[in-house]
C-alpha cells in the first residue's frame, strides 16, 4: 500500500554546517532574538531549523528541540517550551525532522537517519559562538520535546555522549508494546499516525515522504492480523532495551491520560535507569496522547517546564538546584506532590480475589452471540480509605474456546474506566491457560464509599479483534488483581 492509497483510504563540509542558511531575524522580547537557519545534514539533506539566543555577555549553554510526528518546529506542543528555555538564558535550537514540517527527506521513524541529524545538530551548535562548550567539537547542550521528539532524545543520547541530559515527555519505552501491546495491534493508533504522518509529510513536496515500508506492513497487518516480522525488528531497534550502556542523566516525563504511551512505559524506562544507576527522575501530569492535553491547565505546564528548566541547570550549568525525585499530579486534588522514590516506601500490593466480587455479566463472554456478552465486571466494595498509587498486576486464569483470544482489561472506580486506558492481551491456544501482566501505572484516593471494578472484555474498537476466537470463560476463583496501595 503506496501513500496515495493510504492517504486516500484515510481521508556540506563541517564549516558549512556550522555556518548554515541563515533568514529572518526576530525578537520575542525578553531578551532574546531568533534566527531561521537550513542546516546541511550529514548526507545533504536541508533540515529547516530555527536558533533562539539570549542577550547574554558570555557562551552559554543550549537546548536541542525538535517536534512531534507529523508536527514540525513551531507546533504548540514545542514553540512555547523553546521560548521558556530561551528565556531562562539558554541559546536553543529547534529543527523539524527530516520529513516534516520545512524539512526535506524520508520519515524513518526515528532511525538511525534521524539519530545522524540530531548529532549534525550538536555538531552546528558546538560551532557557535553563542554556546558555551564542554571541549573542542562539545558542547553543552541537552534536549527536550515530546513523543516523536522523546524517543530522538533517548536514540541520540544513546549515540552521542556530547549529549549531557535529556527530559523526554510522553514517549516510549518499547515501540512494539506501544503498537501491538501483549500481541494485539493497536489499529487505532496506527491508523491515526499513518494517516496524520503521511498527511503532514507529503505536504513539504513529492520528494518528501513517510518510510514507503510502514504502510505495506500496515496493510499486512489488516490482512494477517499480525505485526510483520520487519516492523518487529525495526521496532527492537528503537525501542529503549535495545540500547546498550546509556547513561545520560534523563528527567522522564509522562502523561497519566496517554492511550498511545499508557505511564507504564515511562516506568519501565525508569526502572531500567535507576537498576543501571542512571541518574533519573520522574513526573507525571494530567495530559499525555489523550483530549485531557488540549485542557491542560497553563500552571501545569509552567510546572513541567519550571523542573526541566532545573534539570538542565543540573547538569548544564553544574547548579545544585535539583528535581525531585518523583513529581506526581494529584487528579483529585488538583495539585502536585513530591516523593522521594516511586513507588513511595510505604506502598503495598493488596490483593482482590474474582471469586469474591458482585459479577455484572456471564464468566462467559464472546465477540459475536447470541447467548453471551462479550464483556463482564468485577466489583468489590472499598472498605478503607487508601491511595492506590503505582502499577497493578493482574494475574487471570481463562478458558479459551478456539485457537486463540484476545481480551481487552480496564479498571474502574465506581464504575468509570481510570484515566480511560486499559489494557490488551493475546491469549495462544485452546483450553486453560494463565496470562499475568502489568496494567498501566495510575493514582487515585479512594474511601469505603467507593467501588473497584475489573472489566473483562473481547473486543475494541481501537485494536484489532481476534477473527478466530470462541470466546473464553474467566475463572474466578483462580483469578486476582494486586492493587499498589497505602494507608490513609
Not at 501491538?180 to 494517516?195: D, F, H, R, T, Y
Not at 545544585?320 to 503495598?348: C, M, N
Amino acid at each position: 500500500m503506496n501513500r496515495r492509497r493510504f492517504l486516500g483510504a484515510s481521508g556540506a563540509a563541517l564549516t558549512a554546517l556550522a555556518t548554515g542558511v541563515g533568514t529572518a531575524t526576530a525578537s520575542f522580547g525578553s531578551g532574546v532574538t531568533s534566527e531561521d537557519y537550513t542546516i546541511e545534514s550529514w548526507d545533504g539533506t536541508k533540515l529547516e531549523a530555527t536558533f533562539y539566543t539570549p542577550d547574554a555577555s558570555e557562551p552559554q549553554p543550549a537546548v536541542l528541540m525538535t517536534h512531534g510526528w507529523g508536527a514540525f518546529r513551531e507546533s504548540p506542543l514545542t514553540l512555547p517550551k523553546a521560548k521558556h528555555h530561551a528565556k531562562q538564558g539558554y541559546n536553543v535550537l529547534t529543527y523539524d525532522s527530516r520529513g516534516f514540517g520545512g524539512s526535506e527527506g524520508t520519515v524513518g521513524l526515528d532511525g538511525p537517519n534521524e539519530v545522524k541529524d540530531a548529532q549534525r545538530m550538536v555538531d552546528w551548535l558546538a560551532n557557535r559562538p553563542e554556546v558555551a562548550l564542554d571541549a573542542t567539537d562539545d558542547p553543552k547542550v541537552g534536549m527536550d520535546g515530546v513523543s516523536y521528539a522523546g524517543g530522538i532524545q533517548l536514540s541520540a543520547a544513546a549515540a552521542d555522549d556530547r549529549i549531557d541530559a535529556v527530559v523526554p515527555r510522553i514517549t516510549w519505552n518499547d515501540l512494539q508494546y506501544s503498537l501491538a501491546p501483549n500481541g494485539v495491534i493497536k489499529i487505532g493508533w496506527l491508523s491515526v499516525l499513518l494517516g496524520l504522518g503521511g498527511i503532514s509529510s507529503s505536504l513539504i513536496g513529492p520528494d518528501t515522504n513517510i518510510d514507503p515500508r510502514l504502510y505495506d506492513w500496515y496493510e499486512e497487518a489488516l490482512e494477517t492480523n499480525e505485526i510483520p516480522e520487519a516492523m518487529l525488528e525495526l521496532n527492537e531497534r528503537r525501542s529503549f532495551p535495545y540500547f546498550d550502556d546509556y547513561d545520560t542523566p534523563t528527567f522522564l516525563v509522562q502523561g497519566w491520560d496517554d492511550s498511545l504511551f499508557k505511564p507504564i512505559e515511562t516506568v519501565r524506562t525508569y526502572r531500567s535507569l535507576q537498576d543501571s544507576g542512571v541518574e533519573s527522575r520522574l513526573a507525571f501530569y494530567e495530559g499525555g496522547h489523550a483530549p485531557e492535553e488540549i485542557t491542560v491547565p497553563l500552571d501545569q505546564r509552567g510546572h513541567m517546564n519550571g523542573l526541566a528548566t532545573t534539570w538542565f541547570d543540573r547538569h548544564l550549568r553544574d547548579e545544585s538546584a535539583d528535581v525531585p525525585q518523583s513529581s506526581t499530579y494529584l487528579k483529585q486534588r488538583g495539585e502536585f506532590r513530591t516523593e522521594d522514590q516511586f513507588p513511595p516506601e510505604d506502598t503495598e500490593f493488596v490483593s482482590y480475589n474474582l471469586g469474591d466480587a458482585a459479577v455484572d455479566g456471564d464468566d462467559r463472554i464472546e465477540r459475536w452471540s447470541w447467548w453471551y456478552d462479550s464483556e463482564v465486571t468485577y466489583t468489590w466494595d472499598v472498605r478503607e480509605s487508601a491511595e492506590w498509587y503505582g502499577t497493578p498486576q493482574v494475574d487471570l486464569s481463562l478458558d479459551v474456546h478456539g485457537p486463540e483470544a484476545r481480551i481487552f482489561v480496564f479498571m474502574l472506580r465506581n464504575g468509570n474506566p481510570i484515566n480511560g486506558n486499559g489494557e490488551a492481551y493475546r491469549v495462544e491456544g485452546s483450553g486453560v491457560s494463565r496470562v499475568s501482566f502489568e496494567f498501566p501505572t495510575f493514582q487515585r484516593f479512594v474511601s469505603p464509599s467507593d467501588t473497584f471494578g475489573l472489566e473483562i472484555g473481547v473486543s475494541s474498537p481501537w485494536y484489532l479483534d481476534s477473527r478466530e476466537s470462541e470466546g473464553v470463560t474467566i475463572r474466578p476463583g483462580e483469578s486476582s488483581v494486586r492493587l499498589p496501595q497505602r494507608q490513609q
